[in-house]
């Protein structure tokens, strides 16, 4: 598979395509004034306990206070109050990393009333950006990813990734890591770390204890609510989590971008470095590569597959809702059910991609068209999940129900990608409203009044909408007519179908046009 990333970069916003064989798969946009991102850290204040919900409210800077529920805090969160407390008070430094500090964990079934109190500082890190009208979501049990390992301050467990299947490779990596990795922190394996060495393992590594040291050392200097580490940008979070051998190429439009990518993967995956290249033809970037056309006939309500199938996909506060409708799309040697298997399996494709390309998170239900063989429910099962395999966001999938409704919940951390690909009316100019027509007449006799008394043109056609031109040619006596007798000038009048309603436009004894509308 041919996977190419396309970066397109301006003063207010970076926005990535994610090109699977020349075809759009994924897109991201990222505002450079983003100061909410996932996984940023911050040191907030808490400013209500919701015994309640058993949660509380979090002011991070955010116009409204941040949500963080108790199942948020992590297992060690005294343990992060208290760092906090001391890093605060510039006395981090008394405690030996070497010697066990962890406080007890936390009982899951716990009340947030015994850990947390209104008007205390806490570490937190940003689970979810905000959206709509909610806050961001975060969480107290803070992570770091980096390329080969995800670092987890106050735990000593080694996790591995499940994609990760030989038991023997599983076993290398969990010893290794045991072997390198400081006392009191935890890790996640990732997939790529697969078959790495562990001087790649161990820089990784180092790097991510850095960003740790760095957020103690900022503590003594703050008050909440501030931020303290920056995740970071979508851009180079992209290259860190997708970038691997089987990337061909990365387009940049922006020479300092293009320069900071290379030197960003000259540390994370110097091997990787000559697929950044930079895009130096005239025309922009997403035009070049055709994405600009992809986006208006990928993004809208209605979404047509080539074969004549097409999705309804609405959108509303508690769900997502796709409908599966066949189009055209009729084999006549094939019986009902065939067609609509072949149907329903030709759109799963299409609905993992539109997941994918929109970010659309939550809970969706698809309406698949029915089935009656449960083998052939078991097969669009199949396919759907193997198409969504490609998701690098955590997903649950159901079995079709007798319905042919198929429920999938996908992770949301950040706010739907939303595309117009409408255009302002040239009529209306956006209003819902237009212009009388008997306005448009008097304009257009006006304008008539003006080129011949004042412009003393000898000769004169008007170009309008059809309809337009019936109004002023049809009947006895037409308004074509009148305006014979009242200038003593025969003015012609072609119909345009190509114009819209209210469009007219003058042109003289030479063809040239001499007045818009």
Not at 19 to 25: F, N, P, R
Not at 82 to 89: N, P
Not at 234 to 246: F, Q
Not at 465 to 483: C, E, I, N, R
Request: proline fraction near 3%.
């Amino acid at each position: 598979m041919n996977k190419e990333l396309i970066i397109d970069s301006n003063r207010s916003e970076v926005n990535i395509a994610l090109l699977e064989d020349k075809y759009l798969v994924e897109l991201h946009n990222e505002k450079t004034n983003n100061n909410f991102a996932v996984g940023d850290v911050f040191l907030g204040k808490v400013k209500k306990i919701m015994p309640g919900l058993n949660a509380a409210f979090v002011d991070v800077g955010y116009e409204k206070d941040a949500f963080l529920h108790y199942l948020d805090l992590g297992p060690q969160i005294r343990t992060f109050n208290k760092i906090v407390k001391l890093g605060i008070k510039n006395k981090a430094h008394l405690i030996n990393p070497n010697n066990s500090f962890l406080e007890p964990d936390i009982l899951k079934s716990g009340k947030i009333t015994q850990v947390l109190t209104s008007g205390q500082q806490i570490l937190v890190q940003i689970a979810k950006e905000p959206i709509s009208t909610k806050g961001p979501r975060i969480s107290t049990e803070i992570s770091f990813p980096g390329r080969f390992i995800v670092l987890l301050p106050f735990s000593n467990k080694i996790s591995i990734s499940q994609k990760i299947r030989d038991k023997e490779e599983r076993n290398r990596l969990k010893r290794l890591i045991n072997s390198i990795k400081p006392k009191n922190f935890g890790v996640i394996i990732r997939t790529v770390a697969e078959n790495q060495k562990v001087a790649e393992l161990d820089s990784d590594l180092r790097q991510l204890v850095a960003k740790w040291d760095k957020i103690i050392s900022k503590l003594p200097n703050l008050s909440a609510p501030n931020k303290v580490l920056s995740e970071l940008d979508r851009t180079s979070a992209i290259l860190r989590d997708v970038i691997n051998e089987s990337f061909n190429s990365v387009y940049i439009s922006n020479k300092v971008l293009y320069e900071e990518a290379r030197l960003f993967l000259k540390n994370y995956a110097p091997e990787n470095v000559d697929i950044i290249k930079k895009h130096n033809s005239q025309r922009p970037i997403f035009e070049h590569f055709g994405i600009d056309k992809q986006i208006k006939s990928s993004f809208g309500k209605t979404v047509t597959i080539r074969s004549g199938v097409y999705l309804i996909i609405e959108h509303t506060e508690a769900m997502h809702v796709i409908d599966v409708n066949s189009g055209h799309r009729v084999n006549k040697d094939n019986s009902q059910e065939q067609n609509a298997l072949a149907t329903n399996l030709e759109a799963a494709t299409e609905i993992a991609r539109q997941l994918r390309l929109r970010d659309m998170g939550g809970i969706i239900v698809v309406d698949f068209i029915d089935m009656r063989d449960a083998k052939n429910r078991r097969t669009l099962y199949a396919k759907i999940k193997d198409e969504m395999e490609k998701d690098r966001a955590k997903h649950t999938i159901l079995p079709p129900s007798k319905f042919g409704l198929v429920q999938i919940t996908r992770q949301r951390v950040r706010p739907e990608m939303d595309v117009m690909v409408t255009e302002q009316c040239p009529v209306c100019r956006g209003t819902g409203k237009v212009k009388s027509t008997l306005m448009l007449i008097d304009e257009i006799e006006n304008n008539i009044n003006y080129l011949i008394q004042d412009q003393n043109e000898k000769k004169l056609t008007l170009s309008v909408h059809p309809f337009v031109y019936a109004y002023l040619t049809k009947g006895f006596k037409s308004v074509q007519m009148d305006w014979y007798f009242q200038y003593k000038k025969w003015i012609k009048i072609d119909q345009k179908k190509n114009y819209h309603l209210l469009e007219y436009h003058f042109y003289n004894a030479l063809g040239e046009k001499i007045k818009n509308s």
